[in-house]
């Protein structure tokens, strides 16, 4: 059996050693909006027919909007930008990639599954911007590789940093998220956007239908709702602010992060994990580092007990 891969969630496993029912959790260890956009009701026919191009072109179309994609650059929705990540590296022959560690572990075991080496110098890149998990961008990207990767998985919160203008050149190819903005980590749904004849060929790849009904009708609707962005941007903002301030009182460090995910140096990390636990707050500690911990946003509701687990 294949060993899973480091990743925030696993609330099951919490649970089975910790104790308690999942209402009973506070689960901090993702970087998902803990306020979701309301999806509303979805028209019936999104559930029982088979997607057609009309839904496509409107969903794909609000993201060229919502992101200011250049005309010249394709996109292409997706189930959940881990399924990009999957499939990316199978696009050139395998080489060798660079990926400046830590961070996100997906995208170096795709690159691997296909044969890739992971080493400086290589054909290919992947950065992470901002970075998970402790929010560093990149400001001047490289792009003089065969195949760059962009990751903006949690680039939303700050647009103003996107690389947007840069998915016109030759073999690049940026990644949007759409559940963590968004909230909707469930929903699976992203997105690729840069060179043409890259993302023909993810097309080809996925095949037809990729997105759901459901998917294409909520995703559109939130894309297209810009005043809901900009209020929940200064939203999180606050929250995040309230986050360090609580987490400086109990002695933590901030390292960095966004407003989605904050990580701090608390000395011992898996000594902070099991007390925050106890009190059924989930985190997430990694293996590389014996002192980071990384915090999402609470609900309304879990401030209080995450003040009680501190």
């Known amino acids: 059996m294949a060993k899973m891969r480091d990743h925030g969630g696993g609330l099951d496993a919490a649970i089975a050693h910790f104790g308690g029912k999942r209402g009973d959790w506070l689960d901090l260890s993702t970087g998902v909006n803990p306020h979701p956009y309301p999806v509303g009701e979805c028209d019936p026919?999104?559930?029982?027919?088979?997607?057609?191009?009309?839904?496509?072109?409107?969903?794909?179309?609000?993201?060229?909007?919502?992101?200011?994609?250049?005309d010249e650059a394709a996109i292409l929705a997706a189930p959940g930008a881990s399924a990009l990540i999957a499939r990316i590296p199978s696009l050139l022959p395998a080489g060798k990639v660079e990926i400046s560690a830590p961070t996100y572990n997906e995208h170096a075991a795709s690159f691997r599954a296909e044969g890739w080496d992971v080493a400086a110098g290589g054909n290919a890149r992947v950065m992470v911007h901002p970075n998970n998990p402790?929010?560093?961008?990149?400001?001047?990207?490289?792009?003089?590789?065969?195949?760059?990767?962009?990751?903006?998985?949690?680039?939303?919160?700050?647009?103003?940093?996107s690389h947007i203008k840069r998915a016109t050149e030759p073999g690049v190819l940026i990644l949007k998220s759409f559940g963590k903005f968004w909230g909707l980590a469930g929903l699976r749904l992203g997105f690729v956007i840069g060179d043409p004849a890259l993302i023909a060929r993810l097309r080809d790849a996925i095949g037809p239908w990729q997105v759901s009904g459901p998917a294409l009708e909520i995703g559109a609707r939130a894309l297209e709702d810009f005043d809901w962005a900009s209020k929940t941007r200064r939203r999180l903002a606050v929250e995040t602010a309230r986050l360090d301030g609580t987490m400086k009182h109990h002695g933590a460090k901030l390292v960095g992060g966004t407003t989605l995910f904050r990580l701090y140096d608390v000395g011992d990390a898996a000594g902070w994990q099991e007390k925050l636990a106890r009190g059924h707050v989930w985190s997430r500690i990694f293996p590389y580092s014996t002192s980071w911990l990384r915090l999402g946003l609470p609900t309304a509701r879990g401030w209080s007990q995450l003040e009680a687990a501190l």
């Not at 026919?45 to 250049?70: I, K, Q, S, Y």
Request: aromatic residues 12%; charged residues 20%; contains cysteine.
């Open 134 to 161: 402790d929010g560093a961008l990149w400001n001047a990207p490289d792009l003089s590789r065969s195949l760059t990767i962009i990751d903006e998985s949690f680039c939303d919160v700050m647009p103003m940093q």
């Open 45 to 70: 026919e999104a559930w029982t027919a088979l997607p057609d191009h009309g839904a496509f072109t409107r969903l794909e179309g609000a993201a060229r909007t919502f992101w200011d994609v250049p």
